[in-house]
């Protein structure tokens, strides 16, 4: 693979919305989970926030797959980003990353966005704690700091399996070397017979916590696993008494359905709101309580989607004109909002509207 040298004035920020990435390398981290190193496929540096996610456009079949991820690089090393993936039984996505994804492939990314990042959150000192693939986010943090801020307070406490089953464990034993204020704490559910293991075992608990990071209660809290992990570690501190301001958490978890009562149907004769899809030539009637999304996909309009809850911003697109009445959860930023842009999985109609798809 030929490499040009630059340097990074001579390039310009990764700051678009969608991109071409070229996978640079693929890394085995445990038996389930790998790592997909990228470069820009033009002259670019990568712009983004510690904690931070990408969506990927995965060809998978007819239709492209999306699905997304938490970036585990660091922006303080701007030439290439990387995502750390797990495998589930049920994937699919993610699967054909594992099978297909080889170096040279080139595919697209829509991003980055995310609100849960130390950036946007400072603390003094901080508890990064997580359970399975949400270590990715905390890496990139960890990451950072050790690059920008190596004598920052962060007590990194992760929940796995097994031994085996801990990702990036033997670097961040080597950033504990030169960060003198991180410390390490590793709990995992089982040991097999042949592991080597002194650490703490079962499930991740308060008394754990507290033997990990005796003062948690001062600390910034950062959370990321499943959601029954996030939701025990949420309990277990508002239990506590911890100041909820102070605790932030990332999640992917699709928003509960909206559900359409009878005050929201139409009255015999009422005109519906027509959405104008003006690339794809269609006007087509919302229904009561649709989303955009919804009305497009009726129509046969395609509109890439992932979350469908006004999380990642893989709808985000241009409206023309009309009032919509979108409620998101932190897809999007302010200024997109400004420049006209909504998220077409979580907008509906208030008036006939017109949008760039």
Known sequence: MKTTYKHIDEMKPWSDKLHMLECISVTPETPDVMTFLFRSEGTNWFRYLPGQFVTLELPVGPEPLFRTYTLSSTPSRPYAVAVTVKAQATSV????MFDNLKPGMKIRALGPLGDFSYVRHPGDKYLFISAGSGVTP?????????????????????????????????????????????????????????????GLKGMVDKAKIALLSHDFMDRTVFCCGPGPFMAAIQSMLEASGFDMDRYHQESFSPAAPVVVGESDLPDDGEVLAKIGFTLSGKDVPCQPGQTILMTARAAGVRIGAACESGICGTCRVLKISGEVEMNHNGGILDEDIEEGYILACCSRPLTDVQVEA
Not at 93 to 96: A, F, H, I, S
């Open 93 to 96: 996505g993610t699967r054909w």
């Open 138 to 198: 905390m890496m990139s943090m960890v990451r950072d700091m050790s690059d920008r801020a190596p004598q920052s307070d962060i007590s990194f406490i992760n929940c796995s399996r097994s031994p085996s089953d801990i990702v990036f464990r033997h670097e961040l034993e080597y950033l504990a070397r030169f960060m003198p204020n991180l410390s390490l704490g590793f709990i995992v559910e089982n040991c097999g017979r042949t592991d080597l293991w002194s």
